[in-house]
């Protein structure tokens, strides 16, 4: 199926995603989008079949700072497993920074995973018998990264997100803001070209909500390409962009 | 991943729950400290056996009639009086000797010379009769006087040897006086006190007289059994040959008993206690397995959020399945190498015990780790498997 779709652009597969160091933030280039989604579906094999994304369209260029918004049950989940690879499409291409993931092996999606994309979750799945350093480090582990160093670059992600001093509190003594905090760090290890948060402040008060949005400003200021599901209209109102879905449709709400 | 941080994330996954992880591998350190115990124990066993077995064993040949295998009378005749002579002309016999156990109906035996009021004068004591051979065919070793010898019991001399301890109760230290004590009525002169025997020892609490003044004192029928010294390493050729030479006609009314073959024994003694002992620790082993693999199954369904975790940091089946066989596996050698201790205290324990010096083939506290850390391995299969088949999405959507 993919080889029956257009290119999506036509400048040679040059590109580099190997980008190393904290300190080299990937810097908007608007020429070539970060992912590009043509004509994706997502049917889900149940009796009926559940069409949660129909041909959606999407294209996010690097320094992007997009909400995805949308009902439950509309299919905001399966676009986010899509565009993180964790889950493939039934039809359509999927185009991270040009290469085609839709159509590579389980394993080549996984290097994909750990190469490419960072996660945030709503539940911020952080190892609760780790310290917030080892927790930002695991990162690291699946991606290849030099043993060397790491507790450097880990270190230094924490920085980023302003939790350096809680380097070796262990989850259950983080606040829920702090948690989240961790959690972004450690999406942040390893340069991701896209940061997916799925709700990240479902479960946070106002207060780290509001801290929150200041360091996702800070982080698109940078460059860092940012995707963020939530359902939160004071969350989607920081974005630069919000794409909205219904159905399984997508449309764009602002530019 | 590197196999360093493989080990590392493993190693966290256990120490995070330590008190888990000691109950679980519980199984299989009693299954292998029972393994090195029982190994330990049998090899410690047969190699006291065989400790045992010296030359005088080794050399020990004792024949008795079949009990009641004709009617008690014909049975109780069938060892010749001549059997000292018969199997002389064996070869292998370095010495034999017939010896009975006299029936002096119920007399009561009384030395002379000491008439003490207070003290028990009379007292009973089994009375034996032996021919000549028997006293080299037992080692035995005179403090003082002679053995009567074949003229003794040709004239049926009431003559008598004193065994150490059937002297101290007659209260007889020396033949300086030369002692004579009364068995029943009949008055009998001491001719010998026995220090030692090295075989029969019943020698020592009783009253020995030659086969002839048994025979026409107290009518003993025939001779009990034969004691046989044979050369070192005649035993085989002395049980095939004497109960022929001692009863060429009815030679299966005769048992014979006879030293077992120190390796066979000690093949026997091992096989005995392993047999049922391994089987005990395999069966701990197998509740030991079952164990880790039901708490590893229970840890990967707990862990689903921390395998979709890992999924999205881009962790491949492979590494979720490395990492739970490496946990198991761990749990399996950290309960061997515990079982082996304990098992290895066990034996040392039993030795110092029992004065038994301990033995251990050196192979198996080497080796008995990695039983269990097999056990590990082959237990975590499974579940590691199972985490491994976990769909990211799942996994991130059931997990927290």
Not at chain 2, 108 to 137: C, H, M
Not at chain 2, 165 to 192: E, H, K, M, T
Not at chain 2, 257 to 269: C, F, S
Not at chain 2, 272 to 287: E, K, M, Q, R, T
Request: aromatic content about 4%.
């Amino acid at each position: 199926m993919a080889e029956t779709m257009p290119e999506p652009s036509s400048e040679p597969e040059t590109l580099s995603t190997d980008l190393t160091g904290v300190d080299a933030w990937p810097i908007a280039t608007p020429g070539r989008p970060v992912v590009e989604l043509r004509g994706v579906s997502r049917t889900f094999g149940s009796v009926p079949p559940v069409e949660a994304l129909r041909e959606v369209d999407l294209l996010i260029y690097p320094g992007d700072w997009v909400a995805i918004v949308g009902p439950s049950g509309s299919g905001k989940s399966t676009l986010l497993n899509v565009l993180g690879c964790l889950d493939r499409p039934t039809a359509g291409a999927y185009f991270i920074d040009g290469i085609d993931v839709a159509g590579l092996s389980e394993g080549e999606r996984t290097a994909a995973r750990a190469r490419s994309i960072g996660f945030v979750f709503q539940a911020f799945h952080l190892l609760a018998h780790r310290t917030a350093l080892e927790n930002v480090m695991l990162a690291e582990m699946y991606a290849g990264g030099e043993r060397a160093g790491r507790r450097e670059r880990a270190l230094a992600a924490l920085e980023r997100v302003g939790l350096a001093h809680r380097r070796d509190f262990l989850p259950t003594r983080l606040s829920g803001g702090e948690q989240q905090r961790v959690a972004i760090a450690r999406a942040l290890l390893g340069t991701p070209r896209l940061l997916l948060c799925d709700e990240p402040t479902g479960n946070l008060d106002s207060a780290s909500t509001e801290s929150l949005m200041l360091l996702f400003d800070a982080l698109a200021r940078q460059g860092l390409t940012l995707v963020v599901v939530t359902h939160d209209e004071g969350v989607a109102g920081h974005a630069r962009r919000i794409v909205r879905i219904v159905d399984g449709r997508l449309s764009e709400v602002s530019e | 991943m590197t196999a360093r941080d493989l080990l590392s994330e493993a190693g966290a996954g256990l120490i995070a729950r330590p008190a888990r992880v000691a109950l679980t591998v519980l199984g299989t350190v009693i299954g292998v400290a029972a393994l090195v115990a029982t190994l330990g124990l049998s090899k410690t066993a047969g190699s006291q056996i065989v400790g045992r077995f010296s030359a005088v064993a080794a050399t020990d040949v004792v024949i008795t009639p079949v009990p009641g295998a004709l009617g008690g009378s014909r049975a109780a005749t069938v060892i010749p009086w001549d059997a000292e002579a018969r199997l002389s002309r064996l070869n292998g016999v370095a010495a034999a000797g017939t010896l009975s156990d006299v029936d002096v109906r119920g007399a009561l035996v009384r030395s002379v010379p000491i008439n003490d009021p207070l003290g028990q004068t009379e007292v009973q004591l089994p009375v034996k009769a032996a021919s000549v051979g028997v006293w080299r065919a037992v080692r035995a070793r005179l403090t003082a006087g002679r053995f009567p010898d074949a003229g003794h019991s040709a004239r049926a001399n009431r003559t008598v040897v004193l065994g150490r301890n059937a002297a101290r109760r007659l209260g007889i230290q020396s033949l300086d006086q030369q002692p004579a004590i009364f068995i029943g009525d009949r008055l009998y002169q001491v001719s010998g006190l026995l220090s030692s025997v090295e075989r029969q020892p019943s020698l020592l609490g009783s009253l020995t007289i030659p086969n002839g003044t048994a025979r026409r004192e107290f009518n003993l029928a025939a001779p009990g059994s034969v004691q046989i010294e044979t050369d070192i390493g005649a035993v085989e050729v002395v049980v095939r040959q004497a109960p022929r030479a001692l009863s060429p006609d009815a030679p299966e009314l005769l048992r014979v008993a006879a030293p077992p073959d120190p390796e066979t024994l000690r093949a026997g003694v091992e096989s005995d206690l392993n047999a049922l002992f391994l089987l005990l620790g395999a069966v701990s082993l197998l509740v030991g397995a079952l164990g880790i693999a039901n708490v590893t199954l229970v840890s990967v369904l707990e862990r689903v959020g921390e395998i979709g975790l890992r999924r999205a940091l881009g962790a491949a089946r492979r590494h979720i399945a490395a990492q739970f066989l490496v946990e198991s596996g761990v749990m399996g050698l950290l309960g061997g190498i515990v079982g082996t201790a304990l098992g290895v205290l066990v034996v040392v324990a039993v030795s110092a015990g029992r004065t038994w010096t301990p033995v251990l083939d050196p192979w198996v506290p080497l080796a008995a780790p990695f039983v269990g850390g097999l056990i590990g391995l082959v237990s975590g299969t499974y579940p590691a498997l199972r985490a491994a088949a976990l769909e990211p999405v799942d996994a991130l959507r059931a997990g927290t």
